[in-house]
C-alpha cells in the first residue's frame, strides 16, 4: 500500500484534494506465488490467481459497487500487469 498512499499523499499536498477525500485501495485477486500462499504471515487471497473473464467480471463488480455508492467518485487505476 505505500505507493498508493504516497501518490495520495501527493495529490493532496500539490493537487489541493482534501486529504479526508481520499481513499487507498488494494483489490487482491490471488497470487501464483507458492511461497506467499505457503506464509503464515500472508495477508492476501490464500487462492491462485484469478484470471481472465472471472477477473474482469470481479473489477466491474468493484466499480459498479463505487459508482452506485459514490456517483461522483474518480477513480484511478494503475500498476495493472500487462505481462500476462
Request: aromatic content about 14%.
Amino acid at each position: 500500500m505505500g505507493i498508493p498512499i504516497g501518490k495520495l499523499a501527493l495529490y493532496c499536498a500539490v493537487g489541493g484534494i482534501a486529504p479526508h477525500r481520499v481513499l487507498p485501495i488494494m483489490l487482491d485477486f490471488g497470487t501464483d506465488n507458492q511461497a506467499l500462499l505457503e506464509t503464515p504471515s500472508y495477508r492476501g487471497y490464500r487462492k491462485p490467481r484469478v484470471r481472465g473473464e472471472e477477473y474482469y467480471r470481479l473489477v466491474d463488480e468493484f466499480v459498479q459497487a463505487v459508482f452506485a455508492r459514490y456517483p461522483g467518485v474518480l477513480l484511478q487505476f494503475e500498476d495493472f500487469s500487462s505481462d500476462k
